[in-house]
């Protein structure tokens, strides 16, 4: 479980981020469009909150995220959202260039980043940009795309508004955390849970 710096990283980002229009102004932006996989009227829905450069993230994405899917998601138990929580720049960054795929991209790019963390993320042989920039054109992004997704304030300031009203409204401090069932009656469990947890979880909120 990767616990963010709350106050470094907010301050680092700027007011002139965070300055602006309020997230409910970009509500019809498509790119802020809900990303999720399962079926929209599952009995059970499961927000996961993530940043792309969290190991721990990318533990429950290689560990227990298969086993979501095949015997929670498919059936149609569960509809899994996806929310971004970037915990640095980089990570907001990579959140930006993900919403700006199409949208049936989102879910493999978001899984190939998470699961290739070495290999943009965490290089020492090479700059995190340029290598997020060959991620994003494996996926069919062409590179002014690229470049217009990562200089995009707006959607940076979006997806930053996004992040702390997970912390407001749901007490996110870590990633990944995970918010089971619906407002009102909402559970949120943070780290990497394996599935047996996971699961444990779902059924409580199918009940309550």
Do not use: N
Not at 132 to 160: C, Q, S, T
């Amino acid at each position: 479980m990767t616990r963010p710096s709350r106050r470094s990283f907010l301050a680092a980002t700027g007011a002139a981020i965070l300055a602006g229009p309020a997230f409910a102004q970009q509500a019809a932006d498509p790119r802020l469009s809900e990303r999720a996989i399962g079926r929209a009227g599952a009995p059970v829905r499961v927000l996961e909150y993530f940043s792309l450069t969290c190991g721990h993230c990318a533990a429950f994405h290689r560990d227990t995220l298969p086993q979501v899917k095949q015997k929670l998601v498919e059936p149609g138990t569960v509809r899994l959202v996806y929310r971004d929580f970037p915990l640095d720049r980089l990570a907001l960054a990579a959140a930006a260039v993900a919403r700006s795929m199409p949208a049936e991209r989102y879910e493999p790019f978001i899984g190939a980043l998470l699961l290739s963390q070495d290999r943009w993320a965490f290089t020492r042989s090479a700059d995190p940009m340029e290598e997020l920039a060959k991620m994003a054109a494996l996926a069919g992004m062409p590179r002014p795309r690229f470049d217009a997704a990562v200089r995009d304030e707006a959607l940076a300031r979006a997806i930053l508004e996004g992040r702390q009203a997970a912390e407001r409204e749901y007490g996110v401090s870590a990633t990944p955390s995970f918010v089971f069932g619906p407002d009102g009656k909402s559970k949120t469990q943070s780290g990497a849970v394996g599935f047996e947890r996971f699961q444990q979880l779902v059924d409580e909120a199918g009940k309550a």
